[in-house]
């Protein structure tokens, strides 16, 4: 379960549609709570490292824009929890070549773009085993 | 030793949810090993199904990548710090989709390019957008050699070769892909072996023929990518005209002495070389190689920069030499760099485009007169007349006005050195009253002093050998050296 709230959501969806036809990336800072809970305060835009042609279908972070990140986070006391990306044109499931390249732990939050217009937002974390994602629930963070 | 690893986030609960772990180990390969066999779970993370770290894992040691090393085998010493940093990566589509589009890579393949695949910026996808690609090399001489070489080996799929030209002895000090065996071979024959030898899993096609404005768009339709490795400035012309009217990239370089300079000309993406160069200097400002010598290495460097600029492009890269214009001055040791920039004006890129179809390059760059009438008669002997005339005794001046060391490698017995650069101050060295003959290496520079004279009023009668000191040792007296 990720906590990630409609502030949040919509500007990963407004990322999205601001780098159509393009896919947009970013991480996802908070923090790991119990029970494999996870609490995302912020987003954190990246710019996407993939050449011009390939940026249709992928998104590549680079270790050293995710280092950036991290020590970003670590700035505030937070942890990267996850990343977010676009599907442009595509439904908002992961991707064989999504699978392939994912991490355990982490939350993959995809939004599908579709025309332009940002449509479906799901977050999924990949099995330990490396064999499937799982679709996890999104949940709009308790005020205190 | 100790070696300190740190584990990213999202791989501490596969080692005991803790963020470093002290190893004993020489190298990085060992401790990655060690750290893997205390913690098993963590190897799927880190290394695919054949035993290869996978390319979204990157180690680090001391912050700098193992890949900007040695690799696995990049030595450790006491108190190194190895970090595992992920890159994150995905998209919406699986590799399997891109296969309908892209050739596939056979098993063999994939072992010679492993080098390539592991990297992200290549990968499984990017070497195969390599096999797709075809380039067009406009001559396989200095600049040619290293660039047909480097693109073979990175499996560019189709590769076409033009040159009309034969190899000969002198091109072997910077001309690599042809060997000493292939002294008095085609060049594009002898290009294709030693190609062939270095892959033999891509397409090689020749055109034996000098590029024309007849042949020229019908060759460039068939290939992505046009390399420009000529030496002259009409063919260059026509190269960049040709690209500019089919719409490819034209990868050019040029090579001079210690000097050289590259670019990508894209008229889609930014400046042509007309919009560097709108007009071709006066003929024979501009020395060639053959006049003005190359250092043999020169082109090896500078055409390996077109190779790299090649690839980059088959492969969708951002960073290519579009709107930059590359200077290297390889006996100062120097790379500079140019902002180019499309102007709106270029006659055959711009906004209003004066050209819009190929013309006559040789008469665009002066090479040949527009109209028969303008042309200042330049009086000529071959040189078996010369030798004639000499052999009966008339009287004739030899003026040589190559340089100080051309004289040293090679001269004409009974002649007088007075170069070009001073032929004017030194005109009362020569004696109007009788015939002179003047010569170079092979007839264009001894035709400038003649013209420079004359201009000067120079009173005596002067003729040109033909063909220079080289037609000399072809037709006279073979024991002078070529060069």
Redesign the interface.
Known sequence: MIELSEQNQSEVRAHGERDYPYECCGLLVGRFAENGVKACLEIYPISNAREEVAKRNRFLIRPEELMRGEKHAAARGLDVVGFYHSHPDHPAIPSGYDLEHAWPVYSYVVVAVKSGQAEDLRSWEMQADRSRFDEERIEEPVQI | MPITITI????R??ADGTSRIEVDAATAGEALDQLTSEHA?LR??LYDDKNALRS?V?I?VNDE?IRHQTGAATPLKDGDTLMI?????????????VSTELPSLSNEEIARYSRHLIM??VGM?GQRKLKATSVLMIGTGGLGAPTGMYLAAAGIGRLGIVDFDVVDSSNLQRQIIHGTKDVGRRKVDSARDRLADINPHIEIETYETRLTSENALGLFANYDIIVDGTDNFPTRYLVNDACVLTGKPNVYASIFRFEGQASVFWAERGACYRCLYPEPPPPGLVPSCAEGGVLGVLPGIIGAIQANETIKIA????DILVNRLLLFDAWAMKFREFKLRKDPLCPVCGEKPSIKELIDYEQFCGMKPAHAHEETKLEEITATELKARLDRGEDIQIIDVREPNEYEIAKMPGTKLIPLGEVLNRMNEIDPSRETIFHCKGGVRSGKAIEALRGAAFPGRMVNLKGGITAWSNDVDPSVAKY
């Open positions: 990213p986030t999202a791989l609960q596969f779970e799927r993370h979204f990157n680090y990548d940093v992920p890159s994150i990566a995905g998209g919406s589509t699986a590799e399997a989709d992200p910026e996808e492969l969708g890269a951002q």
